[in-house]
């Protein structure tokens, strides 16, 4: 059973007023440790041997002689021989003590095991404990669940290879980056043998990864992934907020369609085979008529959530879609914590997120201005789990 909150209230109990503002150094940690200082709060990254030099070297915080800021968001830099270590009793103890609130991030929940996280890191997480696990696609109770129990339009699943009767995605691991994609796309049960054939041989993916694989139709469309963040110490009707849109740049299939059809057809067998490894992000705006839509379904994620998961989704959130060509969004992916892209506005706030708050506003520094606003009120321990 995950450490329930009460458990995790009373710890916040022994924290200073002024809490510090943590995260796992890879992923968005930049993000989040440029929001601290910029809301006036001490971040600290915990990096893994061997990881540690952008935050160590590049965006260390140096002072001047009058202790002022000089250069860089990265106040401390804490560093474990693996990323896992970070939930040991002598860690947490660390954390504890030094009054840290960790910011989930992609490389938290995907370095750290899950386990260790629900049932053993007795350490104030700002956001959901419990909803992380729900990225995980061969979870029982995973985000295809909650999108159906709360009624958001997704990519049609396709049951079985033999049903492939348009076209389609089929998502598994890769064969050796486990963290990474194997996906590839056919349009029939042939195409799907016959890649899936060649795939194997190549060592992408394996056959038991293939056997438990999503398969689900293929939206032609452009990628939005929307970035929001939930309050729950506001009214309800102000809680949900879009800050910002990104998409993103993944290696050689960008690297694929940037190039004239002819010469696509010129390239050898292998380099024709698009692979989903997200290298990089860029930012967007929407249609302003499809808005309302986005609100829809983020409102209904909160709800949702709330109801499976309390207490809900806390922070920052990002819903993954793809436009079919009428515009409609489908979301194929759910991050339950900061998403991967929020470096896009990172500093510089995003224009929605801008809009908002009349000053630069990016996801790590409203996660800093959340922790703050909590502070001050003696409401912290709405916000974490
Ligand atoms: P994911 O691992 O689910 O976040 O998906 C990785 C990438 O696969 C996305 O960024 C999209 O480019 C693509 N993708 C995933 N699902 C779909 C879908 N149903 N239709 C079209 N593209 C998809």
């Known amino acids: 059973m995950a450490i329930p909150v009460p458990e995790i209230a009373r710890i916040l109990d022994t924290y200073p007023t002024t809490p510090a503002v943590g995260a796992v150094g890879s992923h968005s940690a930049i993000d989040i440790a440029d929001g601290a200082v910029a809301e006036g709060l001490t971040s600290v990254v915990l990096t893994e041997t061997g990881r540690d030099r952008t935050y160590a070297q590049y965006f260390r915080t140096l002072r001047d002689a009058s202790g002022a800021r000089r250069r860089g968001c990265v106040d401390e830099v804490w560093e474990y021989p693996k990323f896992a270590a970070v939930t040991s009793p002598e860690s947490q103890e660390r954390l504890r003590g030094r009054g840290v609130l960790l910011v989930p991030n992609r490389a938290f929940s995907s370095y750290v095991p899950l386990d260790a996280i629900e049932r053993e890191f007795r350490v104030p997480i700002v956001g959901s404990r419990t909803m992380l696990r729900i990225e995980e696609r061969t979870e029982r109770e995973n985000y295809y669940r909650l999108l159906e129990a709360a009624g958001i339009p997704a990519p049609r699943a396709i049951a079985s290879p033999d049903a492939i009767d348009r076209l389609a995605i089929v998502k598994l691991p890769h064969a050796r980056r486990r963290l990474e994609r194997g996906f590839f796309t056919a349009a029939s049960p042939e195409e799907f043998r016959a890649k899936s054939a060649r795939l194997i041989e190549r060592g992408t993916i394996t056959a038991p990864d293939l056997a438990a694989a999503r398969i689900e139709e293929y939206v032609l469309g452009p990628v939005f992934n929307f970035?929001?963040?939930?309050?729950?110490?506001?009214?309800?009707?102000?809680?949900?907020?879009?800050?910002?849109?990104?998409?993103?740049?993944?290696?050689?299939?960008?690297?694929?369609?940037?190039?004239?059809?002819?010469?696509?057809?010129?390239?050898?067998?292998?380099?024709?085979?698009?692979?989903?490894?997200?290298?990089?992000?860029?930012?967007?705006?929407?249609?302003?008529?499809?808005?309302?839509?986005?609100?829809?379904?983020?409102?209904?994620?909160?709800?949702?959530?709330?109801?499976?998961?309390?207490?809900?989704?806390?922070?920052?959130?990002?819903?993954?879609?793809?436009?079919?060509?009428?515009?409609?969004?489908?979301?194929?992916?759910?991050?339950?914590?900061?998403?991967?892209?929020?470096?896009?506005?990172?500093?510089?706030?995003?224009?929605?997120?801008?809009?908002?708050?009349?000053?630069?506003?990016?996801?790590?520094?409203?996660?800093?201005?959340?922790?703050?606003?909590?502070?001050?009120?003696?409401?912290?321990?709405?916000?974490?789990t």
């Not at 380099?271 to 249609?287: F, K, Q, S, W």
């Open 227 to 384: 970035n929001f963040f939930f309050s729950p110490l506001v009214p309800r009707s102000e809680g949900l907020e879009l800050l910002g849109v990104d998409e993103r740049r993944e290696s050689n299939l960008d690297g694929l369609v940037r190039l004239p059809a002819a010469q696509q057809l010129e390239l050898s067998e292998s380099d024709r085979i698009p692979e989903y490894l997200v290298v990089g992000h860029g930012t967007l705006t929407l249609r302003e008529s499809i808005l309302e839509d986005v609100f829809r379904i983020g409102e209904k994620f909160v709800e949702a959530a709330r109801a499976r998961y309390p207490p809900g989704i806390l922070g920052p959130f990002c819903l993954q879609t793809c436009l079919d060509r009428d515009g409609r969004p489908s979301v194929f992916d759910v991050a339950a914590r900061i998403g991967g892209g929020t470096n896009v506005h990172l500093a510089l706030g995003h224009p929605y997120g801008n809009a908002l708050y009349r000053e630069p506003m990016s996801t790590g520094r409203r996660i800093a201005l959340e922790i703050r606003r909590a502070a001050a009120d003696g409401r912290l321990k709405e916000i974490v």
